[in-house]
């Protein structure tokens, strides 16, 4: 005689799948913390690859990019670098951000006062420049600890401020230890101001991301990368503060 199949009962199949949800609640932590360690090193690698179109830059310009051109407003560090990364515009864009913050060049008309400040500083023509209002994954370390002051602190915020003595690209030779100093990292991505980053702005206005774990890469002048937890990258220490600066003095008299 063939006995008939017994199946599940219903109690045994609901522990089963209670079961299956208590591991996939156990495991999927796990999973998140391994998927974004993977892109933070993706983000890494861009970063040192952008490190050697910095060091490229410095050996046939002899001072770092700058962040910016006022009147009007172009950002200029990216299409400086560009060129020596063979134009792989990818590279400009973290794996934790969206899409809308990777550097994706867009062409059209713009006024022509635009247009020659644009192709002034490495834009190709009638591509439109990144401004202060562009979305963007990685921010450039323009003033250091404080705005506006002269002479910069940081890698150069103005480029050709003629108001500014001491403003403009910042040479090679004033960075003191360009180990120990900050040149790109992960920004904010949040539209405003993205292409920079500095540690005492207004209310975490350009402080750098914490999107990788509660941190963010960090590209140095020499070219080396690595990760610090945002909180502690930006407190008000000696040992942070100089690493914003040039001169690698904490300057207390700004905090």
């Known amino acids: 005689m063939i006995r008939p199949r017994r199946g599940f009962t219903l109690i045994e199949l609901l522990v089963v799948v209670a079961i299956i949800a208590l591991l996939i609640s156990i495991l999927l932590p796990s999973l998140q913390r391994a998927r974004e360690q993977a892109k933070a090193t993706v983000c890494g690698s861009h970063l040192r690859d952008i ?27 990216p299409p400086r670098l560009r060129r020596y990364l063979s134009d792989q515009v990818n590279i400009f864009g973290c794996p934790s951000v969206d899409k809308a913050f990777h550097w994706q060049p867009q062409y059209g008309s713009m006024g022509a006062s635009l247009a020659r400040q644009a192709a002034k500083y490495g834009y190709y023509p ?50 003191a230890v360009p180990a ?49 937890l945002q909180k502690l990258i930006i407190e ?6 100089r690493r914003w600066n040039n001169d690698h003095q904490p300057h207390r008299e700004y905090w």
């Open 180 to 228: 120990d100093m900050i040149a790109i990292a992960d920004s904010q991505s949040d539209y405003n101001w993205d292409t920079a980053i500095d540690p005492a702005d207004f209310n975490d206005w350009e402080w750098p991301s914490k999107r990788h774990l509660g941190g963010a890469e960090f590209l140095f002048a020499d070219g080396h990368v690595e990760r610090f």
């Open 126 to 175: 009638g591509e439109i420049p990144l401004r202060s209002n562009s979305g963007f994954s990685y921010g450039y370390n323009d003033w250091g600890v404080r705005e506006f002051v002269d002479p910069h602190l940081g890698l150069g915020g103005h480029v050709d401020d003629g108001g500014c003595q001491h403003c403009g690209e910042v040479a090679d030779k004033r960075v």
């Open 236 to 241: 008000p220490t000696e040992w942070t503060r």
């Open 51 to 77: 490190g050697v179109s910095l060091t490229m830059y410095l050996q046939e310009h002899g001072h770092y990019p700058g962040h910016h051109a006022v009147g009007p407003i172009v950002i200029v560090w």
